[in-house]
């Protein structure tokens, strides 16, 4: 009976977590004004990081190979912040991590598939302001600015299939940014043709050199990750 207690109120206790989290990847009103955030980021410096890292260069993907179709959430409101905070949609990562992409891409387009990006290469002042703009209560489910992340060092992306009959995006068991356990990699639920989705996508990236994120099947890091610093050039600065 003990046992039997324990676990109800251990399942409740999930329950609420994964509800408040899917509630606050859909949209968080940032605890100040955007611009206000922007500004201050802007000035601050990122993390003083010691190490011999690899120079970057950062591709555009959209440049590297027209086959990539890009969702940039972050340069649009449909975003867990409600508002803008890219000045402009485009996605970069580090070359190596790029033309692994491309590689996955190549698998994946006689299965009839393409790949959309959300998000990649992050600069450093974009974490500090989703960290600044996010109640401290929810600093869970934003990266910390003062250990930056691997989005700030062009070796992560977020990303989906889309089916290239039609260009959309296929079906997977969460949508993007939803913090519950339907983004689990893992999560056993959804439809067949949903798992068969994000398996597909998985499989491809993990050929390349990719790791899939332990809680969203969207986000990739490559391999290479550790031997780069965190980058803070904004996009306008980038070719």
């Known amino acids: 009976m003990t046992k039997l207690v324990f676990r109800k109120s251990f399942l409740l206790l999930v329950t609420a977590v994964l509800t408040a989290s899917c509630s606050f990847s859909q949209s968080a009103a940032p605890v100040r004004p955007i611009p206000e955030l922007r500004r201050q980021a802007l000035a601050a410096e990122p993390p003083h990081e010691q190490g011999n ?13 027209a086959r990539f179709h890009l969702d ?3 340069a649009t409101s449909n975003n867990f912040v409600g508002v803008p905070v890219y000045s402009s949609a485009r996605a970069f990562l580090q070359r190596p991590a790029a033309l692994a992409l491309q590689r996955a891409l190549n698998e994946l387009v006689p299965q009839g ?24 209560e929810k600093h869970l489910f934003v990266a910390d600015p003062s250990k930056g992340s691997r989005h700030n060092r062009g070796c992560a992306v977020d990303l989906t299939l889309y089916d290239l009959a039609t260009g959309r995006a296929v079906s997977m068991p969460s949508g993007y940014d939803e913090m519950s356990e339907r983004a689990y990699p893992n999560y056993a639920g959804g439809t067949t043709a949903e798992r068969t989705h994000r398996d597909v996508l998985r499989r491809a990236m993990e050929r390349q050199g990719f790791t899939v994120y332990e809680s969203e099947w969207w986000h990739f890091d ?18």
């Open 53 to 65: 890292f690899l120079p970057s260069d950062l591709v555009d993907l959209a440049r590297l190979d």
């Open 72 to 74: 940039i959430r972050y």
């Open 113 to 136: 598939y393409g790949l959309m990006i959300f998000d990649g290469y992050r600069p450093w002042y974009v974490t500090k302001i989703f960290w600044d703009a996010t109640p401290p």
């Open 222 to 239: 490559y391999k290479d990750w550790p031997h780069y610093a965190i980058g803070n050039l904004p996009f306008e600065q980038l070719h």
